[in-house]
Structures are given as structure tokens and as C-alpha cells.
Nanobody
Framework: QLQLVESGGGLVQPGGSLTLSCTTS????????MAWFRQTPGKEREGISCIGHGGNTHYEDAVKGRFTISRDNTKNTVFLEMHNLRPEDTAVYYC??????????????????????????WGQGTQVTVSS
């Protein structure tokens, strides 16, 4: 199956920036809908942002205006650029891939884009800690 690998996590001070990446070497990602989720011990996995195979993007309200998702299909990589990080952004961040081609390419609600069970493949996660 598709294997995804996240990287770029670490410790950053509040207000700082960090960029995460998600990549695979076995498959091309151009046909997948891609998303970033995050999870803390007390919560279920929460969708942050998704990007469709055609480049459409959607963001959860908590990160809108601060995070930017992008993809480089020639390198089979999806990025999450994070700015103005807050302590509440601390979580394990996961990359997900969906075979539902319209998932992030149509107008809908956040709950539609960010249902974890709509994503077929996941990476192992990368820890992001925002603390002074």
C-alpha cells in the first residue's frame, strides 16, 4: 500500500514558523487528495488542511490564515507551511492520502473535507511542540 513519511517537526517558540513535508517514493501523489491532520492525547485526529489533485485547498478555521498547504507532484511531496505558531498547535501531525478524487476539490463543509475515515493512507506522524 501507499506509504507516507512526514518530516520537519520539532520544537519552536510561540510566534515562530515551521514547515512540514510528506513524501512517498513508491507512488506518484498527483492522483491523490492530500491532507494534514493533527492529534493530541485528549482528542481525536483533527483535520487541518487538504489539497486536491487539482490544487484546490481548504483549511480548518483554527489554522486559516496561518498555515499553507502545497504540493510538488514532481517530487511526490506535500508541504504544510506553518506561521505564527501557538502553544495550542502542539500535536503530532499526520499526512493523509485519499483516493476520493473530489474530496478536497468541491465546495462543502469542513466536516466533509476532514473526516479521518475518508483518508486511506497515513504516515507515522511528526511531533510539533510550540513552547517558550
Amino acid at each position: 500500500q501507499l506509504q507516507l513519511v512526514e518530516s520537519g517537526g520539532g520544537l519552536v517558540q510561540p510566534g515562530g514558523s515551521l514547515t512540514l513535508s510528506c513524501t512517498t517514493s513508491r507512488y506518484t501523489l498527483n492522483s491523490f487528495e492530500m491532507a494534514w491532520f493533527r492529534q493530541t492525547p485528549g482528542k481525536e485526529r483533527e483535520g487541518i488542511s487538504c489539497i486536491g489533485h487539482g490544487g484546490n485547498t481548504h483549511y480548518e478555521d483554527a489554522v486559516k490564515g496561518r498555515f499553507t498547504i502545497s504540493r510538488d507532484n514532481t517530487k511526490n511531496t506535500v508541504f504544510l507551511e506553518m506561521h505564527n505558531l501557538r502553544p495550542e498547535d502542539t500535536a503530532v501531525y499526520y499526512c493523509g492520502a485519499s483516493e476520493i478524487q473530489s474530496l478536497c476539490s468541491v465546495y462543502s463543509t469542513g466536516s466533509y473535507y476532514f473526516r479521518p475515515n475518508q483518508y486511506d493512507y497515513w504516515g507515522q506522524g511528526t511531533q510539533v511542540t510550540v513552547s517558550s
